[in-house]
């Protein structure tokens, strides 16, 4: 069973920048890495989606410009580079593998997504 962890959430101004880690205990060659978030009351959106071999990346629209998405396999990371954040990225943030690519889309839907991260909360707020 994949594990995969998030990191880097906190509690940042807005225009302000976090970068999220997404880190497996085993390779994560073979998976396509998405990027989702939930905020109360909201379902669980897509945010961003990066190919298993990074050649292709997707964003939500509202995040495209703002937002970027990179891997190191030999690391069995995938970050996500949010700057520019606004109140309305509050959420938590999870990130997904899943070995079928088509997953990958933009923007991806959370439902078919088989490995799940635990989350970290990202608060924009003055």
């Known amino acids: 069973q994949l594990q995969l962890v998030e990191y880097g959430g906190g509690l940042v101004q807005p225009g302000g920048s976090l970068r999220l880690s997404c880190v497996a205990d085993s390779s994560l060659n073979y998976y396509a890495i998405g990027w989702f978030r939930q905020a109360p009351g909201k379902e669980r959106e897509g945010v961003s989606c990066?190919?298993?071999?990074?050649?292709?990346?997707y964003f939500a629209d509202s995040m495209k410009g703002r937002f970027t998405i990179s891997r190191d396999n030999n690391k069995n990371t995938v970050w996500l580079q949010m700057n520019s954040l606004k109140p309305e990225d509050s959420a938590v943030y999870y990130c997904s593998a899943s070995t079928l690519e088509e997953l990958c889309r933009r923007p991806p839907d959370a439902r078919p997504w088989p490995y799940w991260g635990q989350g970290t909360q990202v608060t924009v707020s003055s």
């Open positions: 990066i190919s298993s071999s990074g050649g292709s990346t």
